[in-house]
């Protein structure tokens, strides 16, 4: 790629911003980014953690057994993805870790006609294991699957959840960005369709109804229909999560709903 793929810029924020600010939405434990040494990296959410990776150039089995260590002690299992995921939705996420359960270590699906090791689940005890490994010098992640009980899921078997079907049809949440021109055909690509709805002093002059717009942050959204997001704004993402976040990613399906912070608003 030439530069760093997490600080790539994805519609106002950056290709990492995007990955843990959904993975935060989505699952209810900690969100982990292990780094490179020396490795600098974009902002993150509030809440997300970032462990080191002590030695360079072992790949995908270093961080992982360095990113499963780090969760062992407070999940039993986690979603394991690369940066370069702009696609992800949170319906693939709750698909795959639902997929493992207490006959399995690791859910691998075969997605896109490849498998994808890194938008998988895996049960966080297996930690010492591919730390074993590592130190053996045994860095493919083919031979983890030799080690454990995998559970492989193929795209009929993804799109059975009705959801994640409805949602992402052609499971694009595996698509990632290895070449610059992945980078630019990916970027060029329409930002997610959100529906905004506005309420009480924010609805005034028939502005009530919902509005569907383009936008992949709710900052995009906000300005969308024309709202600043500042302190008299408040969002609640799908009717839960209250938020100011302006780089808050959004994903085809949501609905914003932006609300007055003032009181009696």
Request: net charge negative; with cysteine.
């Amino acid at each position: 790629m030439g530069e760093s793929k997490a600080a790539l810029e994805w519609h106002g924020s950056t290709l990492l911003r995007r990955t843990t600010g959904l993975l935060a939405r989505t699952v209810d434990g900690p969100v982990v980014v292990v780094r490179a040494p020396g490795q600098a990296l974009p902002a993150l959410p509030a809440g997300v953690e970032t462990v080191d990776d002590p030695v360079e150039g072992r790949g995908p089995m270093q961080g992982i057994a360095i990113g499963l260590a780090a969760l062992s002690d407070r999940a039993r299992i986690a979603f394991v993805c690369s940066t370069d995921l702009p696609f992800l939705h949170p319906a693939y996420v709750r698909r795959v870790l639902s997929a493992l359960d207490a006959e399995v270590d690791v859910v691998l699906p075969h997605a896109g006609g490849h498998r994808q090791p890194l938008a998988a689940a895996y049960r966080t005890a297996l930690a010492p294991v591919v730390a074993g490994m590592v130190t053996h010098g045994q860095l493919k992640l083919a031979m983890l699957f030799d080690h454990c009980r995998v559970r492989r899921i193929d795209d009929a078997g993804l799109l059975a959840d009705p959801r994640l079907r409805a949602l992402d049809p052609e499971l694009d949440s595996v698509l990632n960005v290895n070449e610059p021109d992945d980078y630019r055909v990916a970027r060029a690509r329409p930002a997610p369709e959100i529906t905004v709805q506005r309420f009480g002093a924010l609805a005034s002059g028939g502005k009530r109804g919902p509005t569907v717009v383009e936008a992949a942050t709710l900052g995009a959204a906000a300005a969308a229909v024309g709202l600043p997001l500042d302190r008299h704004v408040v969002a609640a993402l799908n009717g839960d999560q209250i938020t100011r976040d302006a780089e808050m990613p959004l994903v085809a399906g949501d609905t914003v709903a932006f609300l007055s912070a003032d009181a009696g608003g």
